[in-house]
């Protein structure tokens, strides 16, 4: 990046590494530079938490306020009826509004940790696109929003042309997902003079569309800016795990998951990491990085804390980090891992402990859990386990026991009356 930007908005999105491309970086940074400029970014009502693949995007909102400028947090309530094609290989499933409203209730909780919501010229506005997608008339929106739209230019854009290329069929509902996240950026900018709208780099040819749209029907210039799409350094996407995704809410992902997943980074990633989901200065980032051998571990201590306690506080992330070392370095079961409760009832005769780890969350099914202990990679109170068919009962858990899988994932099975 050899462009050099007066704005601190756009000074950190390059300096720590968030920027991907944008679509006008003289103008932008004009703009940024000569007052508050509002933008958004939209999340998509698929599940009721967002995980850490949206923490990109989320930092953006947070370091734009931070810069002095408003967010706006756009959640899908209409395009969630939709779904967005954008590089996938199928069809998202269809939900109904009642599954969409009870989403965005999930999602809205993350958000208040990250960004200042209410009425000050920099305080972030939460807005649902249903508010002015819900009530469109077809014929009109056709007449007056899609004759705007060249379908040779749509096919054009990588995310349709990847999915026509393997021959997976689009549908006609997919394919309109594009014209309403235009038309949004529209809206956005009639009803709150929003001027920028940013997303991954999956986004590129929504926001191009959204910014064309809005030159022509209301002659506003307006700006895009992508941030790259994140994979680790083994290539993987970021945010999915082997047990799934990372969900940023704590009752669907515990803080001490969430901390162990960022305490278990790869060592190429940590600085990288500290720049885009942390606060830390730059120089103390790179330094951090830059540490080999035993002393990358403390700084990826000191990445898992700052993530955790923006997302789940500071408390959360401390008693993470306490679990962690009672676990890890003294071989306890510490107060704050995962926990499975069962009844009495639920126990009866006793369980099989392939049965528990499953129910843990320390293996996909019953067959990976017998393959886990088959292969040695489970413990049962830190000792080896070799019968997936030992049966658990009442007498074993007068105490709470400790399930291991690997070295670095545990839970707690207990009793309760």
């Known amino acids: 990046m050899t462009y050099h930007p007066r704005s601190d908005f756009l ?32 999340f998509d009502a698929t599940a009721k938490s967002l995980h850490v693949g949206s923490l990109i995007q989320i930092m953006m909102l947070r370091w734009l306020q931070k810069t002095g400028h408003k967010p706006l947090v756009l959640m899908g309530g209409g395009t969630t009826k939709v779904g967005d ?37 920099t305080d972030a506005l939460m807005l649902n696109n249903a508010e002015w997608l819900d009530g469109l008339n077809y014929l009109d929106f ?34 309109n997902y594009m014209i309403l996240q235009a038309y949004d ?31 022509r029907v209301i002659d506003v210039e307006v700006f895009g800016l992508t941030s790259p799409l994140l994979t680790t350094s083994d290539g993987k996407k970021m945010g999915k795990t082997a047990d799934g995704a990372i969900w940023l809410n704590a009752e669907m992902r515990s803080p001490y998951e969430f901390w162990q997943f960022w305490r278990n980074t790869t060592d190429a990633d940590v600085g990288r990491f500290l720049k885009l989901y942390t606060e830390l200065p730059i120089e103390e980032c790179d330094r951090l990085g830059a540490l080999v051998g035993a002393e990358i ?38 107060d704050d891992l995962p926990t499975l409760s069962l009844s009495r009832t639920e126990l009866g005769e006793g369980v099989s402990v392939a049965q528990l780890i499953t129910r843990a969350g320390l293996a996909k099914s019953g067959k990976d859990a017998k393959r886990l202990i088959a292969e040695g990679g489970a413990r049962l109170n830190d000792e080896p386990m070799t019968d997936a068919g030992l049966l658990v009962q009442a007498a074993m858990l007068a105490e709470p026991i400790k399930l291991s899988a690997g070295k670095k994932r545990h839970a707690l099975v207990r009793l309760v009356d």
Request: charged fraction near 25%.
């Open 85 to 121: 094609p954008s590089f996938r290989a199928d069809e998202r499933p269809l939900l109904t509004p009642e599954q969409i409203e009870a989403n965005i209730a999930g999602i809205k909780q993350v958000f208040a940790r990250y960004v200042t919501f209410g009425e000050k010229p």
């Open 11 to 42: 000074r950190v999105m390059i300096e720590r590494g968030f920027l991907a491309d944008c679509t006008d970086y003289q103008g932008l940074d004009e703009a940024l530079s000569n007052g508050v400029v509002p933008a958004y970014i939209g």
């Open 142 to 175: 056709l007449r007056d929003i899609g004759r705007h739209f060249s379908v040779n230019r749509m096919l054009s854009f990588e995310s349709v042309k990847s999915r026509l290329d393997r021959e997976q069929s689009l549908s006609f509902l997919e394919f």
């Open 297 to 334: 571990n403390e700084a990826k201590i000191v990445l898992a804390n700052a993530v955790t306690t923006l997302c789940h506080g500071a408390d959360a992330a401390a008693a993470a980090e306490a679990t962690a070392r009672e676990v890890f370095e003294r071989g306890g079961a510490g």
């Open 185 to 215: 950026f529209m809206e956005l900018n009639r009803r709150y003079g929003c001027r920028l709208q940013m997303g991954g780099s999956d986004q590129w040819g929504n926001i191009v569309n959204g910014i064309d749209l809005t030159r």
